[in-house]
């Protein structure tokens, strides 16, 4: 059973929502050690100091910020502590907003509110209000020692926490480089990329997706851990060619044929969501 790793309340108006907060998503990496090639033993890294060369003991270690080369200053644990933002163990709304003025960019990580104890019908009553005039509510929540900017939105019949970074944490769009420039597009070009996505357009069914190189590497585990031999053909490179625009689009067309159909499951979950 998931264990929640903060508790307290959603704050708006004078409503208190006791409510907890829940981990939502498991990273399913594959994680790997480094080992000796030779003797199969684990590699482990070692605090050591640039200058003396010699390894630093954890309570000697302190955080240094970096202002110039090689020239830090060392900021003290209890400096840091004065200036932590307040645990208030609350999430203070300050706006509700429509979900689509929020790009994705500013969504961090993912949390579940749960109703703690004596929470279950404000919970329910904030769940369903904001259900029904689909909204999202903004605030801000300290978790940890650090202070976040926060979305809650309606998830199927949870409540979701995002954590968000700051408009000054979102890199430019004009400090790319190599963007193009205005194109001028021909009708026939910008008809047939329509065509194009409106035949691979369906609703999004997330069990449609799979990590296959997780999968491949998983099973390149266990061979290996029995003891297979395995024979690893390399890829041949693939030169990219230049290919006509019009002509491609054309193919890329024809390939995809009819529009696709809609995930019958999907849409009367889609429904029923909306009608809870």
Known sequence: MARA?????????????????FTAVKKKDISFHQVDEKTGARIRNKRVSEKTGREVPYEQIAKGYE??????VVIEP??????????????DIEDFVDLEQIDPIYYEHTYFL??????????????KAMKDSDKVAIGRVVIRTKQ???????????LALETMYFPDEIIPVEDLPGLPK???????????????????????DPDRYHDEYRKRVQDLIKKKAKGQTLTIHER??????????????????EKSGSPKKRPAKRRSQARSRKSA
């Open 114 to 127: 749960a109703p703690a104890t004596g929470g279950d019908k404000a919970y329910a009553l904030l769940l």
């Open 67 to 72: 202002v110039g080369a090689d020239e830090y």
């Open 236 to 253: 041949a490179k693939e030169t990219p060619k230049v290919v006509d625009l019009i002509e491609a689009l054309k193919a890329s067309v």
């Open 182 to 204: 205005q194109q001028r597009l021909a009708d026939r070009e910008l008809k047939m990329a329509k065509q194009l996505i409106g035949s691979m357009a369906t609703d999004f």
């Open 78 to 91: 209890k400096e840091l502590e004065k200036l932590d933002p307040e645990a208030t163990h609350t999430v």
């Open 5 to 21: 790793i903060w508790s307290g309340a959603i704050n708006f108006g004078l409503v208190s929502v006791p409510v907890k907060l």
């Open 148 to 158: 976040y900017l926060a979305a809650i939105r309606p998830y199927d019949r949870a």
